[in-house]
């Protein structure tokens, strides 16, 4: 056999093998088959949602529901085993950690992006450049001293301040509450809340004196609408802008924070359900950036994928303590990457 026609042997061999494993490509993408309900944080749901469509492309016979209740919201409905993913712009709290355990929800914890929380404000405020934490403070307490534009400086408005804010079943209720509120604080009782941040997008761009809060996300998507106020880092003293550079390098404080998916370690079982949380962790930086969110680190992305493989369950965030009184559960405080390791699980089981 001379080699030229070795050549075109080796050619048409190639092709005949292409195209008979062609089929059975598409024909196992069409086997592939079941439902996947998901609910909770709308500010992980641009995410979740990107990941479901792209996954629907390839596996159009799996129906993917993502559902928007708020962080606590999807947590209620997944501590008793009602959805197979929970979204959460926070990590799962001790009290639902433990609601989990008592009804059996063993689950998975995976970091998939970060984020900046943005203040943001109508595009005809144009007096406000940049706000310091105190000045949220005086803004967003009960006890504030600010309810009018002129309380912060004497030469802006003398104008009351309009606050919106995301609903209390929100993790970006929760972690504005933790971060500018603290333990003890309370918000102030009239502000416009809402689940849905397109209503507090409406509410602050049409209010010339309006301020509000949400993920960088929403900012983003809405910069035609809003504008944002930078930030002042208490550490530093200078003033940042929720971009994503400044979100993942940490200089956005004390806004900056990470993302989460819950998965139900039972649904894993569940050939779709298991394909599509690992297209999913696969694909977490491409969607991040595709909605416009910052990606993990290399480290916590590959240790999020290591944690789904092994099936490790389990909560880094919340620490059992041996008290003479029994267990004692709270929350740990580190930072995500320090925290996030398969040493400081605390399993559901």
Do not use: C
């Amino acid at each position: 056999m001379n080699n030229h026609f070795k050549t075109f042997f080796a050619a048409v061999l190639a092709v005949a093998l292409a195209t008979a494993l062609a089929p059975s490509a598409t024909a196992q993408a069409s086997a592939l088959r079941g439902n996947i309900v998901v609910d909770g944080s709308s500010t992980v749901y641009p995410i979740t949602e990107a990941a479901a469509a792209a996954f629907r492309k390839e596996y159009p016979n799996v129906n993917i529901t993502v559902a928007v209740s708020g962080t606590g919201g999807g947590f209620k409905r997944f501590a008793v085993g009602e959805i197979d993913i929970s979204d959460a712009s926070r990590p799962i709290k001790d009290k639902e950690f433990l609601q989990a355990k008592e009804n059996g929800v063993s689950f998975v914890e995976l970091p998939v992006a970060l984020d900046g929380l943005s203040i943001v404000l109508s595009p005809n405020n144009t007096w406000v450049d940049q706000l310091t934490v105190d000045d949220l403070k005086s803004i967003y307490l009960e006890d504030g001293t600010a309810r009018k534009w002129s309380d912060l400086n004497p030469e802006w408005p003398n104008e009351t301040i309009k606050v919106y804010s995301p609903g209390t079943d929100s993790g970006t209720f929760d972690y504005f509450k933790e971060v500018i509120v603290g333990k003890t604080g309370s918000f102030r009782p009239d502000m416009s809340v809402s689940e849905d941040d397109n209503v507090l997008v409406t509410g602050v761009s049409g209010d010339k004196y309006a301020i509000g809060y949400f993920g960088a996300s929403y900012y983003f998507e809405n910069k035609d609408k809003l504008r944002a106020a930078a930030i002042v880092n208490p550490q530093t003293g200078k003033a940042v802008m929720p971009t994503p550079a400044n979100v993942v390098s940490g200089a956005y404080a004390p806004l900056s924070r990470p993302l989460f998916i819950y998965a139900n370690v039972e649904s894993l079982r569940r050939p779709a359900m298991r394909k599509f949380m690992e297209f999913y962790l696969e694909n977490a930086g491409k969607f991040a950036k595709q909605v416009q969110y910052v990606p993990t680190s290399d480290k916590i992305a590959a240790q999020a994928k290591a944690i789904l493989n092994k099936r490790r369950t389990g909560t880094v965030f919340v620490i059992a303590e041996m008290h003479a009184d029994g267990i004692i559960y709270k929350k740990r405080t580190e930072p995500l990457v320090d925290a996030y390791t398969e040493e400081n699980l605390l399993d559901t089981k």
